[in-house]
Structure formats: structure tokens, C-alpha cells
């Protein structure tokens, strides 16, 4: 696993803390979006089609802490849009690194190489760089040429300046196991601390829309990666969040387990969907209807998500909240996992994804594209 003993010793602390003092419901990661406006446009996001006045606007420093302490959990996410975008973005993270929280500074890696000044490295503070494939796909998924170049050459910059590296790919209907396999080893071979990997969700506002694998498809695809496996790959999520990818382990999402706060105030339920906002961490977990969630829910919403963001917790909760999932991953860690090929049919597949129920999928509108003047920050 890529992921420092001191941040596993903390959360495993953290989670076996909370089941001490009975708490069913606490969150593992804070997701802190401080703004939306980004540099790239990608096919599969839709962060930057809100109205230009939102684009424009960000959260200040002090309401980033707030959310952190409002939350509690001991590892804060810093996603986007393009955080490195942020006027103020050097200090939020000071502030985060003061307060002991495990940060996953989540950038594209345009801006990364030239703003390493405005940072420390620290054990509390890594660098998430997003890189959806080699370069022909990579550049493809953020639909402009020469970001995969300019990405690794920030990571390798990083990691020789003393930080902590680890990068994020999302996987849709065009990724090649074969060649997902060699961008696992080029990633390996930099130096990268850890890499996580996910499917991706059904952004309504993407504009792409057939690109989102279903269920099914996302277990198929992941078999195909892993049915041929390296042992130095290491990666910064639970192996038994990778069993579950494949077919060969059961979870059910906890959207509480990474709550989102942004601009406009704490997204219900979770980092994926948008239906409405909180005033407080407190009134987001007493007035959300969680049972209206999940791929068990019936909400169709929910239905083909595979997502970390959904999916992690749960993995790590049972890691350390359960003998069996302990054992599991005991053994997965000591011993790797057995390979699994594209033809088995995996546990996960017999899945009935409900197709009729009490819920009713509204339709997208998909704004046109907004171009924004962006500021880079500086000292």
C-alpha cells in the first residue's frame, strides 16, 4: 500500500474511535472544494459549467478551517476545479498542515512545477496529480494536447524537492487494461508514492455523456487490468476497495464517509450529486435521507457508482471495523491478490440493477462551456 504508516496509524485510531463511542455515521475525508474555475475543460467533468460570478469567487482561508473543524476528519481533500488556481491556496494548506490533517492537494499538474515555492514538504501534505492514461488518452480526457508532458515533468520536479507525490486516474468506456498497465509502470518507475484509481460517475453537466461505464462494464475492466499484475505497483486506497472493482468483494457506499464543502455551504448527499445544501456539517448528517442513497437505495442516480469517493470508506471502515475485512486485507497486503481474468463472472455481476422505482432521473442541461481569465497564484 502507498500510504505512510503515520497516516494508517491515524486513521485507523480515528475509525476504531468512532465505533468505540458507537457512532455509526462520522466521515474519513473531508472534501474541501475551495473553488470551481479550472484551466482545463474535461470531457468528464462538469465543475466549470457553473455561472461565471461563481467561477470567479472562492472560499477564504478562514472558512476552509471552519469546515475543517465543523468535520473532524483527519484527512482533508482538496479537489476543484484547480486548487492551484486558489489566490490564497499556500496558506489554506499551511493552516491544514498546523492542524495535523493528512492533505491530498488535488491539481492537473499545469501549475504544480512553477508554485512548488509556495509549499513545505511535509508529511501531512501530497500532491494528488491527475493522470487519466498515458499521454494519447490522458490528453484525450482533458481534451488539450502536451497536459500528460507537462504533468510528469511536475511530478518528477516534486518528488526530487523532497514531497510527496501520489496521482488520481479516472477510467471510462475507452481505457485499454494493456495500457493502464503500462501507465502503472511509468508512474511506478517516477517514483510516485501511491496511485488511486476509480471509474467515473455520470456527471449530468459533462459534456460527454457516453462515455460512463455501467456496473458491469466497470467490473469487466478492472479485471482485465489486474489480470496481469506487477508487485511494486503501490496505490493509495485499501486493497479492498481494488476486490471490490473486481467483482471479488461486497461494499455498500457511506456517502457521509467524504463529505463535500464548497462555495455553497455542505452538498447534499455527497461529492457526486448535488441536491442541495447544508448550512452545517451537524444539519448535513441529521436532515439527509441516507437510505435514499447507495446502489441498494433504488435510486438510479446510484446505481452504476463505483466511485472511491462512495466506496473507500466503506472499505476502510470494515478494514478496521471487522474481523473479516481485517483478515481480508491482512491477507491481501502479505500475500497480493490472486490474478482475475476478464471471463470469470465475479460476485458483483449477478448485481439486478433496478430499473423502475420510486425515484424519476430529472434531465440534464448542459450549460455551454464558460472561458474565464484565471489568476495564478504567486507571493
Known sequence: MGVPVSQMWTVSTYVLKQRLFGRKRYPLVLMLEPLFRCNLACAGCGKIQHPVQTLRNHLTPEQCFDAVQQ??????????????????????????????????????????????????????????????????????????????????????????????????????????????????????????????????????????????????????????????????????QSPLFLEFLKGRWDLECTPWGNPTYNLFGWQKPCYLLEEGYAETFDELMAQTEWSEYGSESGNPKCANCMVHSGYEATAVEQT?????????????????????????????????????????????????LVELTMDTPSN
Request: glycine fraction near 6%; charge should be neutral.
Open 320 to 368: 478496521f471495523g471487522s474481523w473479516k475485512g481485517f483478515l481480508k486485507t491482512a491477507s491481501l497486503v502479505l500475500f497480493g491478490a490472486s490474478k482475475t481474468t476478464p471471463t470469470q463472472a465475479p460476485a458483483l455481476m449477478s448485481l439486478d440493477i433496478p430499473q423502475k422505482n420510486q425515484y424519476t432521473k430529472e434531465p440534464s442541461n448542459t450549460p455551454e
Open 71 to 236: 468535520c473532524g476528519a483527519p484527512i482533508v481533500s482538496i479537489p476543484g476545479g484547480e486548487p492551484l488556481l486558489h489566490p490564497q491556496i499556500s496558506e489554506i494548506v499551511q493552516g491544514l498542515v498546523e492542524r495535523k490533517k493528512y492533505i491530498y492537494l488535488c491539481t492537473n499538474g499545469l501549475l504544480l512545477e512553477k508554485n512548488l515555492h509556495l509549499f513545505k514538504p511535509s508529511k501531512y501534505l501530497s500532491f494528488s496529480v491527475h493522470i487519466d492514461g498515458l499521454e494519447a488518452e490522458h490528453d484525450a480526457a482533458v481534451c488539450r494536447q502536451g497536459v500528460y508532458k507537462t504533468a510528469i515533468q511536475a511530478i518528477r520536479v516534486a518528488i526530487e524537492k523532497g514531497f510527496r507525490v501520489t496521482t488520481n486516474s479516472t477510467f471510462f468506456q475507452n481505457a485499454d487494461p494493456k495500457r493502464t498497465r503500462e501507465l502503472f509502470d511509468e508512474l511506478t518507475k517516477i517514483g510516485v508514492e501511491g496511485m488511486m484509481l476509480s471509474p467515473g460517475y455520470e456527471y449530468e453537466k459533462a459534456p460527454e455523456q457516453d462515455q460512463f461505464l455501467p456496473r458491469q462494464e466497470t467490473i469487466s475492466l478492472f479485471q482485465g487490468i489486474f489480470s496481469e499484475s506487477n508487485s511494486s505497483w503501490k496505490f493509495n
